[in-house]
């Protein structure tokens, strides 16, 4: 996506994905926030356009994208490009996220009086959507986004609730028939929600979101920190009920097949994946 990732190899990105804000001494960065199941995801851009901020956007893309997210809303409200010198980054940005293997829909946010915007919206060929602000492009992508597809749950910050995370992560799997996913699944989910109780004590959300043979599984909850694992990650995990805990984000680690987590507007969410794999791959895992 940008002159440095072309002349440099790009690493693997390897779990866990930690989102957050990114601001040099002069105020050039970018924040990030996302939804309560991180299905949308909100990257805003604030200060001149210069290489370095393309960097940074292009490192934080591919974080979006390699997480559970469908939708990108892209705020440039705050970027000063007078001359759109930028077009070409954003044009090649919502066309890689196309291409992913699980596709993005990138989103723009910009007055429409500004040269970037114009260049965008009058682009001949398949074009990205452009909005005017924030609030109109999340009613565009929430017309957008299946609630079928979705299982979501408030709760309070009880042990019980712990119980309570993990029966929705049971009712997913068995109303979409995925129960090859309930055992990982319920287990992170137990961790997850497990930590929102102990270490955040705050109300919090959980979410269980279908892609097409995976599952994301998230929490949401109002404390800032985000987890670390407290060793390295086990290689080869045990077998182990759903019940059990104690072993914290290395376990998550082990059996998730991505996981991270970034800011929310007041708080943070915590998310995994967990795929549907072939029976011989599941044997040698």
């Given amino acids: 996506m940008s002159g ?31 939804d ?83 260049r965008l919206r009058n682009f001949q ?14 009613i565009a992508i929430a017309e957008r986004i299946s609630r079928a597809d979705r299982l979501q749950v408030r709760l309070t910050p009880q042990p019980a609730s712990v119980r309570a995370a993990r029966g929705l992560v049971t009712q997913a799997c068995h109303a979409w028939q995925l129960p090859q996913l309930l055992p990982d699944s319920a287990l992170i989910m137990s961790e997850f929600a497990a930590n929102a109780v102990e270490h955040a004590r705050t109300d919090f959300i959980a979410t269980v979101r279908r892609s097409g043979t995976g599952l994301h599984v998230a929490v949401r909850d ?15 995990p045990q077998p182990s009920s759903p019940l059990e805990r104690g072993r914290g ?16 507007r007041g708080g943070k969410v915590v998310w995994a994946t967990v795929n549907h794999f072939p029976a011989q791959v599941l044997t040698d895992r």
Wanted: aromatic content about 6%.
């Fill in 4 to 34: 440095t990732e072309r002349r440099n190899p790009v690493r693997p990105l390897q779990s866990p994905y930690l989102l957050t804000a990114a601001t040099d001494r002069l105020g050039v960065g970018i924040t990030i926030s996302g």
């Fill in 36 to 118: 309560a199941s991180t299905a949308v995801i909100e990257l805003t851009a604030h200060g001149p356009w210069l290489p370095h901020l393309g960097d940074q956007i292009t490192a934080h893309l591919r974080l979006c994208v390699a997480g559970p997210s469908t939708a990108i809303i892209i705020d440039l409200q705050h970027l000063d490009d007078p001359y759109a010198v930028s077009m070409p980054f954003w044009l090649a940005a919502w066309r890689q996220a196309r291409l992913e293997p699980s596709p993005v829909h990138l989103t723009f946010c910009l007055p429409a009086t500004t040269a970037l915007s114009r």
């Fill in 125 to 138: 060929g398949p074009q990205p959507r452009v909005c005017a602000d924030v609030p109109e492009a999340r």
């Fill in 222 to 236: 109002g404390a800032a920190r985000f987890p670390q694992p407290s060793r390295p990650p086990l290689s080869h």
């Fill in 249 to 264: 984000l290395r376990l998550v680690h082990a059996v998730a097949d991505a996981w991270g987590a970034m800011p929310t």
